[in-house]
């Protein structure tokens, strides 16, 4: 009987978990949250249109019937790989088998006072901060009469053109651009300004180039003003500062970069710009077969030298392989090569509009969005969540409504 | 054509805009909250079993057809009477017509830092706030192996035999006593005490004395120890001190008392003890016949001197009937006395368990609890939110699952 420890609740760690089920092993899953978070439908938190309990489900109750199985709500401090001992916060836990799977943070590329005027989008932390402020913006948009003042709390600029910048764009011009006319009576939809800023000449650069643009002409056509070929030089309380010139705002949503935590720092082997770990073709780290790192913390290169992407399907494939490993025990001799099947990509626009590239087949507008709904569906970890989604897309798809718009923090300047 | 100022988006003020449907005036509502919240299942979202999401709404959302209507998201600081206008934090907004419906916050009768240790239950705040210190506690209990300080983790106290007191001991010992089983590995639900404290010698003091009996028999027989004629003496971070002794617990919950903002002192007239005004027999305050205090906020007796107690059906038909009055412009001496028309008394204890006392009708157990979620369905603002809550009581019927289990709290404390 072996003590396994798995780090980490997200889509890596839960496959690892999952596929470890029957084994006669001691398994201590460690995460800093108490849910696994299905972190593709963050943004649509952060937009309004789903509940944060809608797409996490405690990671106790994904494992309540394994019972080999315990779940711990703590963070972990450091790693000593010669005693062989996760340090937590409040504590400390052996192991014979480590799996690391603790995602990524948004990275402000060493300027991290950015941070305070532009959120990123990780956690449901995140998601709630950035839809508390823009529904916060347009209360106050509602209340102030001077046309110039009010016209900072109507402009929103995402910074960042992959998937994530792309999918809160378009979220961001639903509510804009429809859903306000209804509801307030001091600005009309034209009054609003959403800008997608990004550095390359192309959005979704990891898309083929036909679906690249027609994700620019749906955004385009949705009312977003694309800023490409354009370089932050800077975020401050008054907007964004870029080679073109300023972008008066009080709204600004970082979607532009990812790093590790400084935790794999303690694992003393040799980490990338961002943070992460070269890991071996088993996934393991160099000089330590027992101890392997997975999903957006990994850096791996498949058989053509290419380097896989931080996204969900390469950390949950990782997890099952990994899993396998252990729960076999397989000796590192007999571990076959880690090989990442890649089925596709997909991304959100807007309503009935998406663009996917699933196996070489192109697809957009309302198609692609019926699968990436579909797709999602599936994927969403637990049942009763599946149905919730299902059916606040099915009415938000028949009525236009975003439903979860609710400004709860406690924050006293948020009346201000 | 008038301007009609509304002070708070609860039921009161809800109804009052609504019955000035089709009315040529210019209404303005003012809440510190962008949403309407449907308080009587308040203690669900405590509990994890329903999300904010489905008992708010934008309280503009509910006004989107209203053009007359417009929404200020802001807090009052005072009114004056004699420039007829309310003073908010931010501006200030004259009127014609004023209906206060601010509803009450929870009292500590003078000890205002026992809410340091025993939170109240009056909004979306509290709420989320109670639901991340149970859940939390939980987990500290999970990582605790020493039994003595473990046993604090798991002692729940709630102080108040009311509907909302009662309501929160069975949910909570639904949670400690029947779901934890399954998900934790570190303590039984025998570990578990909840503790119901009242001053009284009986529970729902309201209701007929056999359905307060069989209220706490359910109770009892869920788990609940029941303390009555017990009275609180201090709290702090030991625990409840009471005149029977200490009980240890890092979990209070407060359901006792109630006052009223100190908002109506600005009003200058009579207030009672807990800051509610005395109210004409048409709503009216004494010498102002265009101002009106309605809710948890007014005083009122009806024709046999009974004092109306602060729940929801009492502000819904304030609301309605001050709404009609204003939309006819109907003079003082024509206006007809407020007539509370009291359709009973419901109060729920668990999983197929209620007490009601509807028209004099006494139901209990399985029959009371149908009738209690119908209700409250029926009540429920928002198709959407009718469809949610629906199908997560059913949901928990099946399965005995609480799903909205999530900390989110950004308090770093969380985790020490």
């Not at 916060?89 to 300027?111: K, P, T």
Request: proline residues 3%; hydrophobic residues 45%; charged residues 25%.
């Amino acid at each position: 009987m072996s003590k396994i420890v798995i780090v980490g609740g997200g889509f890596g760690g839960l496959m690892t978990a999952k596929a470890l089920k029957g084994a006669n092993d001691e398994i201590v899953i460690i995460d800093k949250t108490n849910y696994h978070l299905f972190q593709p439908l963050l943004y649509q938190v952060a937009t309004a249109a789903l509940s944060p309990g809608d797409i996490a489900l405690p990671i106790r109750a994904v494992f309540s019937k394994f019972t080999n199985i315990k779940v711990i709500l703590d963070e972990v401090v450091s790693i000593n790989r010669t005693e062989r001992k996760v340090i937590l916060r409040d504590g400390e836990i052996g192991f014979d088998y480590l799996v690391i799977s603790i995602g990524s943070r948004h990275s402000y590329f060493g300027n991290d006072k950015w941070e305070a005027n532009a959120p990123g989008l990780k956690t449901l932390g995140d998601a709630l901060l950035i839809r508390e402020r823009i529904l916060m913006s347009l209360e106050k948009a509602e209340k102030e009469d001077d046309p110039v003042k009010r016209k900072k709390y109507l402009t929103f600029v995402i910074i960042g053109g992959g998937p994530t910048g792309v999918e809160m764009a378009g979220a961001i011009a639903e509510i804009a651009k429809r859903t306000l006319m209804r509801d307030f009576r001091n600005f009309k939809p034209s009054d609003t300004n959403i800008y997608l800023i990004e550095a390359m000449p192309m959005l979704l650069n990891n898309y083929p180039q036909e679906l690249s643009v027609k994700a620019q002409n749906d955004l385009a056509g949705m009312g977003v003003e694309l800023k490409l070929n354009t370089k932050v030089t800077d975020v401050n309380s008054n907007g964004v500062e870029t080679d073109k010139g300023l972008f008066e705002t009080k709204n600004i949503i970082w979607a532009a970069g990812n790093s590790v935590s400084p935790l794999l720092g303690s694992l003393d082997i040799k980490l990338d710009r961002a943070g992460r770990v070269y890991v071996k073709k088993d996934m393991s780290i160099e000089g330590d077969p027992n101890i392997f790192v997975i999903g957006d913390a990994a850096l791996f290169f498949d058989e053509k030298g290419k380097q896989l992407p931080g996204v969900a399907p390469v950390a949950i494939q990782q997890g099952r392989y990994v899993g396998k490993i252990i729960k076999n025990k397989t000796v590192p001799q007999n571990r076959k090569s880690f090989h990442y099947v890649d089925k596709g990509n997909l991304a959100t626009i807007g309503r009935a509009k998406a663009v996917a590239d699933i196996h070489g087949l192109k697809l957009s507008g309302f198609i692609a969005w019926v699968a990436w709904c579909f797709i999602h569906i599936f994927f969403l970890i637990g049942f009763r969540n599946r149905f919730r989604v299902m059916g606040e897309w099915g009415w938000y798809y028949i009525t236009f409504k975003h439903g979860i718009r609710l400004i709860v923090g406690k924050d006293d300047d948020d009346l201000k």
